[in-house]
């Protein structure tokens, strides 16, 4: 059969589904193809080969034969896709697979803002940008752009409901017009800041503090943690080894509550979902499971034939700062966009200590995927396929619906402007701190304040095209037929 790099993505790519652009720049994925309708055949009929090989549902293909291989290839790959609205939501194709990879590995063109998007009149036409966070050493950054501004216009132009996809995104430079609440409404600002996007590598570990309340017994570790990426070409272990230090740093600091935000991460590598979990489990060790993985029947069996019966079980990692034995639990913020290796750290510390969830429900996707190129180099077209789905040590895998993970605290984040990250009145961690039986601090003036409706349910940002990715470096070989 083939041979491919196990890449555990679990990641939404909104570009290639049907009626799902709503990223806030058309991506630059696929538009670089010197393929011409002459190639679809071939193209076609590697991507079912590919599809027939390891996906997760190849019983549930059609048959090769009654398919139009001079189809498109987007148009022939969604007739493979199993229930495409309510099952495989995830899968995708495209004819960029270099610069898709490189974007999977956090390294893109952009400003560096990542932000949501909500209506800022009754009439719910004209919307804002509400910087939910903004990427260390970015265009955006060095303009002074930070989490809490407001984006009211692009060069000029409003932004609403019909023309915010191409105002954000189909310049390099671009001037924002900033806003800000004045009474019950938001209002465009005489502040202007021109940015022109520049090649970033997002570094995941974008906030971290520690909240000391003596008082209540509570020394409370803070961590922001927006994508599951071990490093960079140059260090490839540079985020994960940014998280040790940081939670050698809780650990020092005797923290005995945690905080973790991943109300932004959409997912990344699996091998950084096992650094972060073995950083937080209780009693959790190299001798403890973390996840085990489901893949089709074929491949189930050559892994366990293989590799023995405890094939597919991956164990946690022996952390030195392993903070959880100081722990009786683990509070996650999340969100809609929260996905993937995000919600495997969640299901995956359930079997060993109380995970209570704030915020809104998760993405819902409990699969993992195979980013996959043609060996033989004759095209740049490239496939991300669903190869299977994880479960925690107890077998619990039910969380893979359009519902994600129920919260137990359900807060919607919509106060604006947004509050600094580590704001003991910070909608979200307002929650937690209140769970925690930590009042609000007395005596502080509130900034003006307004709660907005969402005009999508999701995260927008200039930072990828895609979301909800789960990726395990490593090369196997693929069974033979």
């Known amino acids: 059969m083939l041979n491919f790099k196990r890449l555990h993505f679990l990641y939404v790519l909104i570009f290639t589904l049907a009626g799902c652009r709503d990223k806030d720049v058309d991506p630059a994925i696929g538009t670089i193809d010197s393929t011409t309708a002459v190639d679809y055949p071939a ?6 080969d590919v599809m027939d090989d390891a996906y997760f549902w190849y019983k549930n293909l059609p048959s090769k034969s009654s398919l139009d291989d001079t189809a498109d290839p987007h148009n022939y790959f969604e007739k493979l896709v199993y229930q495409r609205s309510t099952v495989d939501r995830f899968s995708a194709v495209t004819n960029d697979i270099d610069a898709l990879e490189a974007e999977f590995n956090g390294v893109s063109k952009i400003f560096g803002i990542s932000y949501s998007l909500s209506y800022i009149d009754n009439g719910k036409s004209n919307i804002a940008a509400f910087l939910n966070y903004v990427v260390k050493g970015s265009p955006a950054e060095a303009a002074g752009l930070k989490r809490g501004d407001i984006l009211m216009k692009v060069n000029g132009t409003q932004l609403t409901s019909v023309n915010y996809t191409s105002l954000l995104g189909s310049k390099e430079t671009v001037t924002f017009t900033l806003g800000q609440v004045s009474g019950s409404s938001i209002v465009a600002g005489s502040q202007t800041v021109t940015i022109t996007k520049a090649q970033v590598s997002e570094d995941p570990v974008l906030f971290s503090t520690i909240i000391s309340k003596p008082a209540y017994g509570k020394i409370i570790g803070y961590l922001v943690y927006t994508q599951f990426v071990p490093g960079t070409e140059t260090d490839q272990s540079k985020y994960d080894n940014e998280l040790r230090q940081v939670f050698a740093d809780f650990k020092s600091k005797g923290v005995n509550e945690f905080v973790l935000d991943l109300r932004f991460n959409p997912g990344g590598y699996i091998s950084s ?3 972060l979990a073995s950083l937080i489990g209780k009693g959790v060790s190299s001798s ?9 029947d074929k491949y189930t069996a050559y892994w366990q034939k293989t590799k023995g019966a405890n094939a597919l079980n991956y ?4 952390e030195a700062g392993n903070i959880g034995n100081s722990l009786g639990r683990v509070f996650v913020l999340t969100s809609n966009g929260t996905a993937s290796a995000s919600e495997l750290v969640i299901n995956g510390l359930r079997p060993y200590m109380n995970v209570v969830t704030i915020g809104e429900h998760t993405a819902g996707k409990n699969l993992f995927g195979w980013l996959v190129s043609d060996d033989q ?4 077209w490239g496939a991300y396929i669903m190869l299977g789905q994880t479960a925690n040590a107890n077998g619990e895998s039910d969380y893979g619906t359009v519902d994600g993970m129920t919260p137990d605290y359900l807060v919607e984040d919509s106060v604006v402007p947004y509050l600094p990250f580590g704001d003991e009145n910070e909608t979200l961690l307002r929650k937690a701190l209140d769970v925690m039986g930590v009042p609000a601090p007395g005596g502080q003036r509130l900034a003006a304040a307004k709660n907005v409706d969402t005009f999508r349910k999701m995260l927008h940002d200039d930072l990828r095209t895609k979301e909800n990715l789960m990726i395990r470096p490593g090369s196997i070989r693929a069974i033979p037929q």
């Not at 193209?43 to 079912?48: A, E, G, P, T």
């Not at 403890?288 to 089709?296: G, L, T, V």
């Not at 164990?315 to 022996?318: C, E, R, V």
């Open 288 to 296: 403890r499971i973390f996840y085990k993985e489901q893949w089709n």
């Open 273 to 275: 979902a096992e650094t």
């Open 377 to 380: 180099k004759r095209w740049k």
């Open 315 to 318: 164990t946690f990692l022996d």
């Open 43 to 48: 193209i076609n009929s590697w991507l079912y």
